[in-house]
């Protein structure tokens, strides 16, 4: 710490300033931190963990990104590791731990060459480099994949449970994403994601989990009065309030008379009257609308046998549009026969302690629902994380129409070709290929170790294999023996890697750049500051 011998002034009192070899080596350190955190979760025998929040709230997963959020990290360099996850989790929605464990790798080894004297700024060149040629390489190296091929599809949704809790039923469960997400796609074969909604309800199994034509929407009927089941229905979606005009509540209306006030609220009957009648008139029998019903309304409606649902989130309106086939009116005026849509039925039905509405069994719907069941409320959470992780790898894959196998077998294969393509460069640029592609081998050794298993001795013959142009070849966990990812079906999108490698890259470059960090005194929250984490010069 010679360098800050001399106080200086030009920052605030209460500012923290590390600079040049510590600063990095600092953040290096945190980054590392991190990544060591969630590497033992990777992998279909990766452990989980278990998270409490300052509320006591337990939060059970294997999820990189879930841990990372929770964690709450404060160091800005830990911070950027996280910025990982959640980009890996928006673009892919799976691959999160692969990529921040690729990452802590490539600051790992970056550190060993920055001892040997290596620039960083051309140990970013180099590290650049390799991250460019790796897209190429994996793009080459990559399957193709399409919407008719539902047994590959159901294959990259298994690959994407396996280990997680829904693993026990990952079968049913994948057969449930393909379906859904085939459901969904529009004649191009576009998918877009929102509109699956994935909802939970504890009880039953996981098992029982399962694919709506429709939509569920956790909302009960507005009155009981009202039909609890409709077969054939025809649906009105609104985006009207069933209610006295509101704004007519802020003017003020002087009554000095009781006759005064009693035509006041017939009037306001008679309003109420015409909206149900203009309803009726529509010939529907559900009606969903975003915003409220009156309590005269709700009267009205269930003596007219209509079914209704009330303050339906805007996000469900939508999806219920795609699903029952029609638009999302704002005027109850001038509806026609097309403005009502169909389904196989709605109904009411209590799950655990809630009222569900059921609108099922759509005739082409375009938006679907995947309803997830089991035991405890941690149970649900974590299925419905890995149906959404899978139900992302499936999308991922059609995004690209290109997949790849997985257990470690890109990134060896990756690793071989980087090695081939620093053979190409010269000068200190192609220490740093050779570092990347050595970061690459994290993968395989992690899923390998996590299974309890040593990793020398089958990483030097999965090497062998690569070597012999075998490049699916991947670690079988449960054996500890080289086995062929594609033929044993653990195939994953070709995104989930082009991504990892890109953002993993991208991080590492950024933090190896820094070589000042300078921290504003904060007057609170005194825990946070960079020194914690110092002391490793
Ligand atoms: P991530 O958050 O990166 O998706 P996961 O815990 O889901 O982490 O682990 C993904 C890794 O596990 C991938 O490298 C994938 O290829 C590998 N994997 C998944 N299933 C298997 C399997 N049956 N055998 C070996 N490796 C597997
Ligand atoms: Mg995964």
């Known amino acids: 710490m010679s360098e800050q011998m001399q106080p200086i002034f030009i920052l605030p009192e209460g500012s923290n300033r590390t600079t040049g070899k510590s600063a990095q080596r600092n953040n290096i350190m945190a980054a590392k931190l991190v990544a060591e955190t969630v590497r033992t979760t990777l992998g279909p025998k990766g452990m989980d963990k278990m998270l409490v929040s300052s509320l006591g709230e337990v939060t059970i997963t294997n999820d990189g990104v879930t841990i990372l959020e929770e964690m709450n990290i404060e160091h800005p360099a830990g911070k950027m590791i996280v910025e990982i996850a959640k980009t890996q989790e928006q673009e892919v929605g799976d691959g999160t731990t692969t990529a921040v464990v690729l990452a802590g790798e490539l600051l790992k080894r970056a550190e060993y060459l920055l001892d040997q004297n290596i620039h960083p700024a051309v140990l970013s060149k180099g590290y650049q480099m390799a991250a460019e040629k790796a897209q190429q390489i994996l793009k080459q190296m990559a399957e193709d994949v399409d919407i008719n091929n539902k047994d590959m599809l159901r294959k990259i949704a298994m690959t994407a449970m396996t280990g997680k809790g829904a693993e026990v039923a990952k079968e049913k469960l994948s057969r449930i994403v393909v379906d859904a997400v085939l459901q969904v796609a529009d004649e191009e074969g576009s998918i877009d994601m929102n509109n699956i909604k994935v909802e939970k309800q504890i009880g039953e199994s996981i098992e029982d989990t399962s694919l709506i034509k429709g939509i569920v929407l956790d909302k009960e009927r507005v ?60 010939d529907a029998n559900v009606v969903f609308t975003q915003k409220g019903i009156d309590d005269y309304v709700q009267h009205l409606l269930a003596k007219k046998g209509i079914y209704a649902c009330r303050r339906v989130k805007q996000s469900d309106m939508e999806k219920l549009s795609k699903a029952v086939n029609s638009p999302i009116l704002a005027s109850l005026d001038d509806i026609s026969f097309e403005d009502l849509g169909s389904a196989g039925k709605v109904y009411e039905q209590r799950i655990g302690d809630e009222d569900m509405t059921y609108v099922q069994d759509c005739a082409n719907p375009k938006a679907v629902t995947i309803l997830v069941r089991g035991g405890t409320e941690h149970v649900v959470d974590e299925i419905k994380r890995a149906v959404v992780d899978a139900l992302g790898d499936v999308v991922a894959s059609l995004r690209d129409k290109k997949f790849v196998g997985g257990a470690g077998a890109p990134e060896l294969e990756l690793a071989r070709e980087l090695r081939s393509y620093a053979e190409s460069l010269s000068g200190r640029e192609q220490l740093a290929v050779i570092s990347f592609a050595d970061s690459l081998e994290i993968i395989p050794k992690t899923l390998v170790e996590n299974a309890g298993l040593d990793p020398i001795d089958i990483l030097t013959e999965l090497k062998s294999l690569h070597d012999s142009g075998q490049k699916w ?41 820094i070589d000042d960090v300078i921290a504003s005194g ?8 960079m020194n914690n984490m110092g002391g490793m010069d």
């Not at 409709?230 to 002087?254: F, H, M, S, W």
């Open 223 to 282: 009155h009981k009065g009202m039909p609890k089941k409709l077969d054939n229905p025809k649906i009105l979606l609104l985006n009207v309030g069933l209610e006295p005009r509101e704004t007519d509540t802020e003017a003020k209306i002087q009554i000095t008379q009781p006759s005064q006030l009693q035509s006041f609220l017939d009037q306001e009957q008679k309003m109420l009257l015409e909206i149900v009648n203009k309803i009726v008139k529509t």
């Open 522 to 529: 904060r007057t609170q929250s005194p825990n946070n500051s």
């Open 473 to 513: 070849a991947g670690v079988n966990v449960f054996t500890g023996k080289p086995m062929n990812s594609l033929e044993e079906g653990v195939v994953e999108p070709l995104r989930i890697k082009t991504q990892a490698v890109k953002s993993a890259s991208e991080v590492a470059v950024m933090i190896l750049r």
